[in-house]
């Protein structure tokens, strides 16, 4: 019930493509969706995030998307470019747990110039 | 503004050995969490403090341990190494009552 599930685990796309990470959560006391985004030799960096009172959110070329019912978020990248190629993983955490982040296992995203 | 400093960055270790890393949080942020991250395993959370306390704890043993200072400076600890323990420990941290945590470069240990 801890887990979240992270698809796909590699994706490669065309510069200006919008590629689309998928994740699943079993946990409904999770109240925190993060995304982070993570370069060769650092940690990961916060991109941005979601509570699941709200159904999308955008930051810049960023979009989270976000179904309640049935536990899934996305993170749309629009208008994608070559300095996206990351790896990027989804979390969720829980109100009173400590500040626990669950992650997903993680994509692997090549931006083709 | 400094971001989370992780020392040091690289460490080679043999196996049986123990070994010390160490955290410097954001100025501020008075809750530091630990992370291992390997290929096979993903990012795994180790414990997280605040406040010098230990509040929660992930499914590592005995042997990974930590610690935190009254400047909020973290320091994990794994003791009698061994060839799994190979991996990049990152710490975070974030202000008390924010989800937003920041992460370190990390620290490579490679247990030989």
């Known amino acids: 019930q801890q887990q979240v599930k992270q698809s796909p685990q590699s994706l490669i796309v065309q510069k200006g493509g919008i590629p689309i990470i998928n994740c699943a959560y079993e946990?409904?006391?999770?109240?925190?969706f993060p995304w982070y985004q993570q370069f060769p030799g650092k940690g990961p960096a916060l991109l941005i995030a979601?509570?699941?009172?709200?159904s999308e959110k955008k930051e810049g070329r960023f979009t989270i998307s976000f179904n309640k019912s049935a536990k899934q978020f996305s993170l749309h990248i629009m208008d994608s470019q070559p300095g996206d190629s990351a790896t990027y993983f989804c979390?969720?955490?829980?109100?009173?747990?400590?500040?626990?982040?669950?992650f997903g296992a993680g994509t692997i995203l090549r931006v083709k110039s | 503004k400094a971001g989370v400093t992780q020392t040091p960055r690289y460490l080679i270790k043999t196996r049986g050995q123990q070994v010390t890393l160490s955290c410097s949080p954001i100025?501020?942020?008075?809750?530091v969490s630990w992370y291992q991250q390997t290929p096979g395993q993903g990012l795994q959370f180790l414990f997280e403090?605040?406040?010098?306390?230990?509040?929660n704890k992930g499914n590592f043993p005995g042997r990974f341990s930590g610690r935190q200072f009254s400047n909020s400076r973290s320091e994990m600890n794994v003791s009698t190494l061994e060839l799994g323990d190979s991996a990049l420990y990152l710490c975070?941290?974030?202000?008390?009552?924010?989800?937003?945590?920041?992460f370190g470069s990390g620290t490579r240990l490679t247990v030989v």
């Open positions: 975070a941290s974030t202000r008390e009552g924010d989800y937003g945590y920041t």
């Open positions: 946990n409904t006391a999770f109240d925190y």
């Open positions: 979601i509570r699941p009172d709200v």
């Open positions: 979390a969720a955490s829980m109100r009173g747990y400590g500040n626990k982040l669950v």
């Open positions: 100025s501020g942020h008075r809750s």
């Open positions: 403090y605040f406040s010098e306390t230990q509040r």
